[in-house]
């Protein structure tokens, strides 16, 4: 199967600072998404990002499927953004990465 | 549209019961997949299923079962529970499968005791 690594696998940060979350991935994919997960453990849809860059508010995501990573932006972090992120991507199945677990301070 | 929902969302079970979860994906879409998330393990791939048809499995024992019925809703069941089932269930609906956007329900958190 495909090996999905993420990193750091722990991020504390002061509110307002800025983050940077990396995955890579050990093949070819076909789909990479990154979630979100609530403390109740729904996996809220961050971006379906296979290749190129995208924005979405204070949050933006860059994958290059060439080189096998992916980076999720998170600029002027808030108390909200607190959780743990997910990389995921798909050959014959959805692999998930181990996850980056994120606690912002206020 | 309404989202993927899941029921029941909590459940508590004794050893050697068996268990049955549902799953409604949103409307129109056919692929419907189970996960299985603990602390130790992580997300984990149970199976998929397209148009009633069960497409890939992960590597689960046979315990674990599902199906799809053709209004693409989707059931699993685990027989025969064992301490180690106790777990967060989550399942996911997309379009056409593995290559679409995959949304995942809020899952089922099952407790075996």
């Known amino acids: 199967g495909i090996q999905v690594e993420q990193s750091p696998p722990d991020l504390i940060l002061q509110e307002g600072a800025n983050s940077t979350l990396r995955c890579n991935f050990s093949?070819?994919?076909?789909?990479l998404q990154w979630f979100h997960q609530n403390p109740w453990g729904q996996l809220i849809n961050l971006f379906y990002?296979?290749?190129g860059t995208k924005q979405n508010g204070r949050l933006s995501a860059t994958t290059v499927a060439t080189e096998r990573y992916s980076l999720l932006y998170i600029s002027s972090s808030q108390t909200t953004d607190s959780g743990v992120y997910f990389c995921a991507v798909s050959g014959n199945q959805f692999y998930f990465g181990t996850g980056t677990s994120l606690t912002v301070i206020p | 549209k309404a989202g993927v929902t899941q029921t029941p969302r909590y459940l508590i079970k004794t050893r050697g019961q068996q268990v049955t979860l549902s799953c409604s994906p949103i409307s129109g879409h056919r692929s419907v997949s189970w996960y299985q998330q603990t602390p130790g393990q992580g997300l984990q791939f149970l199976f998929e299923?397209?148009?009633?048809?069960?497409?890939n499995k992960g590597n689960f024992p046979g315990r674990f079962s599902g199906r799809q019925f053709s209004n693409s809703r989707s059931e699993m069941n685990v027989s025969t529970l064992e301490l180690g089932d106790s777990a967060l269930y989550l399942c996911?609906?997309?379009?056409?499968?593995?290559?679409?956007?995959?949304?995942f329900g809020p899952g089922t958190r099952l407790t075996v005791t």
């Open positions: 093949d070819s994919v076909n789909n």
């Open positions: 299923y397209f148009s009633e048809t069960q497409r």
């Open positions: 996911a609906s997309s379009g056409q499968g593995w290559g679409y956007e995959q949304y």
């Open positions: 990002i296979p290749s």
